[in-house]
């Protein structure tokens, strides 16, 4: 499994922005693909985006298309997540997890992070 270390969440006022990193440490970073996944209280764990070990293929939920982008860098062995437009709606716990699968179901995920508060004011 891969240990993963979550940064960059914060309050910001509805129509910012906000970036979210990962860094990965103890297995090989670009074997995995990489997903974002987030927790709103008293919701389930929803899937956000996802991209792929070369980063070719990248994948979003409905609800963020067009104003997150989700990238990696493996030399640095870190993930990204580009929000932008923030809406009250995107208040959450934000995580980044692995997987050697991929796919939307948090169930295909094997390593997480402990996750980072992203609160956005109205």
């Known amino acids: 499994q891969l240990q993963l270390v979550e940064s960059g969440g914060g309050l910001v006022q509805a129509g910012g922005s906000l970036r979210l990193s990962c860094a990965a440490s103890g297995r090989t970073f670009s074997n995995y693909i990489m997903g974002w996944f987030r927790q709103a209280p008293v919701k389930e764990r929803e899937f956000v985006a996802r991209i792929t070990w070369s980063a070719r293929n990248t994948y979003y939920t409905d609800s963020v298309k067009g104003r997150f982008t989700i990238s990696r860098e493996n030399a640095k062995n870190t993930v990204y997540l580009q929000m932008n437009s923030l809406k009250p709606e995107d208040t959450a716990v934000y995580y980044c997890?692995?997987?050697?699968?991929?796919?939307?179901?948090?169930?295909?995920?094997?390593?997480w992070g402990q996750g980072t508060q992203v609160t956005v004011s109205s």
């Open positions: 997890a692995a997987s050697v699968v991929g796919g939307m179901s948090k169930d295909n995920y094997d390593s």
